[in-house]
């Protein structure tokens, strides 16, 4: 890296970017950069809304490789033998693991319009949103959905025994060093209580399931280990932690730009994917630069993008 470069960083973020409030930045398996703000230091753990998605697309790849799952081509419905459909509802009996990671299973609501307030009132939020699953449109439209990435959650409690932060903790947060996930009960479902500071752990619903599309907390170094885990193929001090091909075709670019609850993007012949939370919570991994920008920020509305931040201010300090 160019140091002179890098340290043009620091001054950006504290003049622009005042909502973050840890950045770590790894290229070839170091830290290069690393920079705390608001008061804040590295053993902080911060809420990274929706960055929970990538890490329940890991943790479906990895209950893949262990056979837990036989594929992302089985169907959901499979996973809730109790659920009791309608018999001429055929198109929610096709939906499979595939559309969920995808986003391209209908819901009621119009894209973006997602009501998750709704949701997190419900007493059983799988049967809430299985009976939401397959409405208003057809299979294979891109349409962003949090309660459908909490079904895969419920998908992998159902397939391993374990709720998603204990099989996390277990075959993937312990085995590259990050701290052991705990349990955390919500009390209330307002605004501060669901992206305040206050939410720690990893949040479940009111049956146990871990959230699958936000309500994780965690450290912007335990962000970057996860980030560097991808662009290392899935290898972690020698020991292989989920497949390579699980990564390769989770971050596989396509027409929506979205793989499998990874954002994708490519610019100036940059290829990169992203987990990407509210607020401007985000790991950014650039394979073809071994490089890992994981960043914790306050949630807010509106934040500046970090991809700028990263083109502009990190890509330029990289020295091929």
């Not at 840890?22 to 930045?25: A, D, E």
């Given at each position: 890296m160019d140091s002179k470069k890098l340290s043009e960083l620091e001054p950006i973020i504290m003049s622009q970017y005042n909502n973050i409030n840890?950045?770590?930045?790894v290229r070839q398996g170091n830290i290069v950069f690393e920079r705390?703000?608001?008061g804040y230091g590295p053993?902080?753990?911060?809420?990274?809304?929706?960055v929970t998605k990538s890490i329940i697309s890991a943790l479906i790849g990895i209950a893949i490789d262990k056979g837990y799952i036989k594929s992302v081509d089985?169907?959901?419905?499979?996973?809730?033998?109790?659920?009791?459909?309608?018999?001429?509802?055929?198109?929610?009996g096709a939906i499979?693991?595939?559309?969920l990671l995808t986003m391209t299973a209908p819901y009621p609501f119009k894209n973006w319009q997602e009501p998750l307030d709704r949701l997190c009132r419900q007493p059983d939020w799988v049967k809430y949103t299985l009976d939401q699953l397959g409405q208003n449109g057809k299979i294979g439209a891109f349409k962003y959905s949090t309660a459908g990435a909490h079904l895969l959650s419920a998908i992998i409690a159902r397939a391993?025994?374990?709720?998603?932060?204990?099989?996390?903790?277990?075959?993937?947060?312990?085995?590259?060093?990050?701290?052991?996930?705990?349990?955390?009960?919500?009390?209330a479902y307002g605004y501060e209580d669901l992206f305040g500071k206050n939410v720690k752990g990893w949040v479940k619903d009111p049956i146990g399931n871990s959230t699958g599309g936000w309500g994780l907390t965690l450290t912007p170094r335990d962000m970057a280990r996860f980030g560097f885990l991808y662009v290392n193929g899935g290898v972690w001090n020698g020991n292989h932690i989920i497949s390579k091909s699980w990564i390769d075709e989770?971050?596989?670019?396509?027409?929506?730009?979205?793989?499998?609850?990874?954002?994708?993007?490519?610019?100036?012949?940059?290829?990169?994917?992203s987990a990407i939370g509210d607020g401007g919570n985000i790991i950014c991994c650039i394979p073809e630069k071994d490089l890992v920008v994981a960043i914790a920020s306050k949630?807010?509305?509106?934040?500046?993008?970090?991809?700028?931040?990263?083109?502009?201010?990190?890509l330029p300090s990289v020295i091929d």
């Open positions: 840890g950045i770590v930045v705390y703000y608001n053993k902080d753990t911060f809420h990274v809304a929706s089985q169907k959901v419905l499979d996973f809730f033998p109790e659920y009791v459909s309608n018999p001429a509802d055929i198109q929610k499979t693991i595939r559309n391993t025994g374990k709720c998603a932060r204990e099989f996390a903790n277990e075959c993937l947060f312990q085995p590259i060093g990050m701290r052991v996930i705990l349990d955390y009960e919500m009390k989770s971050t596989a670019m396509n027409s929506n730009k979205y793989g499998y609850l990874w954002w994708l993007q490519e610019e100036d012949g940059v290829f990169a994917y949630i807010i509305t509106k934040p500046r993008d970090r991809w700028q931040l990263i083109k502009k201010c990190i």
